[in-house]
């Protein structure tokens, strides 16, 4: 059973169609990528399988529960990471983590914190407040939050947007990291030349629609191209010459 399975979802925004029946599958333990421009519709589709909006039409199955029917149990084997997500700016990293597991979990609280500590890898300054933090630092707290609870599903809306190379390293080594345990991670990012090397497969999207998808390797070979950034360019070219 794959993890995700998405048939010819549909999402709209009044008359607007920002996901135009898209398909997809997720296996176990494989990083999935949602890969294309800004306003491509990768939010979108991340937030609907995070049960966040109602989808208009098609299915959306993680490990056998219906979207439609069973969005409370999806909720619970899930964690989902905004690109814009935040923590309170007043407590220690520490703090935080222990709030959230407070807040959402009433069994295991401490154990699940020292899991987020571990996960973010923030050494001595986990007892900073969060103010004091950079970008970065804040960035790997809120993974370490979204990961601690171990999801068989980690959604990720552009994990390492704005960072820098280091600390982007440090992102993605710790979804390598927890992808290799068995989490299955979806993410999505306008950065292709980085998911050419974190992802397993990627599907390419642009205005709402699938255009390809597959191994990026095998993407690579089957367009005679360098790297991801090439092979997408290519695909929306020819998409737009067959309209």
Same mark, same amino acid.
């Given at each position: 059973m794959a993890t995700v399975e998405v048939n010819?979802?549909?999402?709209?925004? %009044? !008359? #607007?169609?920002?996901?135009? =029946?898209?398909? #997809?599958?997720?296996? =176990? %333990?494989? /990083? #999935?990528?949602?890969? %294309? !421009?800004n306003g491509a519709g990768k939010t979108t589709t991340l937030r609907v399988i995070s049960t966040l909006l109602q989808i208009n039409s098609g299915e959306v199955n993680i490990l056998g529960y219906d979207l439609k029917k069973q969005p409370d149990e999806i909720r619970k084997i899930i964690s989902y990471l905004p690109e814009d997500a935040g923590?309170?700016? *007043?407590? *220690?990293g520490r703090a935080y983590l =222990? $709030?959230?597991?407070? #807040? $959402?979990?009433? =069994?295991? *609280?401490?154990?699940?914190?020292?899991? %987020?500590?571990?996960?973010?890898?923030?050494?001595?300054? /986990?007892?900073?407040?969060?103010d004091t933090y950079s970008k970065g630092m804040k960035r790997r707290l809120l993974v370490g939050r979204a990961l601690m609870t171990e999801p068989k599903l980690a959604i990720l809306d552009e994990p390492t947007s704005g960072l820098d190379v280091i600390n982007a390293q440090e992102i993605r080594k710790i979804i390598k990291n927890i992808a290799a345990k068995g989490t299955t991670i979806l993410l +999505? +990012?306008?950065?292709?030349l980085e998911v050419?090397?974190?992802?397993?497969? @990627?599907?390419?999207?642009?205005?709402? @629609? /699938?255009i390809e998808k597959g191994k990026p390797k095998d993407l690579m070979k089957k367009y005679n191209s360098n790297n991801i950034e090439e092979?997408?360019?290519?695909?929306?070219?020819?998409?737009?010459?067959?309209i």
């Open positions: 010819n979802l549909i999402k709209k925004y %009044g !008359p #607007f169609e920002a996901v135009k =029946k898209i398909s #997809f599958e997720i296996n =176990k %333990g494989e /990083i #999935f990528g949602l890969i %294309g !421009p923590a309170y700016k *007043t407590l *220690t =222990k $709030f959230i597991a407070k #807040f $959402f979990y009433e =069994k295991n *609280t401490n154990e699940m914190m020292e899991r %987020g500590i571990k996960i973010a890898d923030l050494d001595s300054r /986990i007892d900073d407040k969060v +999505s +990012s306008h950065n292709m050419e090397f974190l992802c397993d497969r @990627i599907a390419l999207i642009d205005n709402g @629609i /699938i092979v997408f360019a290519k695909v929306v070219k020819w998409a737009n010459l067959e």
